[in-house]
Each structure stands twice: as structure tokens, then as C-alpha cells.
């Protein structure tokens, strides 16, 4: 005895396993997406993190070279507005 509703239960029962098939690559998919995700930005912020220290040494380089008379400024907070030496005062 043929059921008149038989073929739309068919596809219907077709298309969730279509549908479950496709979810499960899809995810596969997004986590393996993720995990390059991951691995990118910690190379890309560890380069930022290098990139950061050299900058500071830079600055650190080019400030030991300047003149004492160019490094006594209100730029220098070692150096007091009131002209006096933080570094060898006791006040």
C-alpha cells in the first residue's frame, strides 16, 4: 500500500542528512580557519612586540648621544624644571 505522503518524508529525511553533512565540513572547516587564525596573530604580535623593542633601543641609542647640554631639557624628566638634577639630588 503506497502512501500518498511518502516521497515528501523521503526528501525531507534527504535533505536533513544533506543538511547535517554540510554542517559538519563547515565546521570542520571554521576550527581549522581558527587555528591559522591563532597561529597568524602570534606571529604578527610577536613581529609587533620585536618591532616595539628595537624602536625603544633605538630611542634609547639616540638619547646617549646627545650632548649634556641637549639632554638637560623639560623633555628629559630626569632632568627638574627648576634646573636642578634629579639624578644626583637628595632632595
Known amino acids: 500500500m503506497f502512501v500518498p505522503y511518502t516521497p515528501t518524508l523521503a526528501l525531507i529525511a534527504l535533505g536533513l542528512i544533506v543538511l547535517v553533512a554540510i554542517g ?11 587555528a591559522a587564525r591563532t597561529l597568524v596573530g602570534d606571529r604578527v604580535g610577536d613581529g609587533v612586540g620585536l618591532l616595539k623593542a628595537r624602536s625603544a633601543a633605538l630611542k634609547v641609542a639616540l638619547a646617549e648621544r646627545r650632548r649634556p647640554e641637549q639632554a638637560r631639557t623639560r623633555a628629559n624628566p630626569a632632568y627638574d624644571r627648576r634646573g636642578a638634577d634629579r639624578r ?4
Not at 24 to 34: D, E, G, K, Y
Not at 88 to 91: D, I, K, P, R, Y
Open 88 to 91: 644626583t639630588s637628595n632632595a
Open 24 to 34: 559538519v565540513r563547515v565546521i570542520r572547516s571554521l576550527r581549522r580557519f581558527a
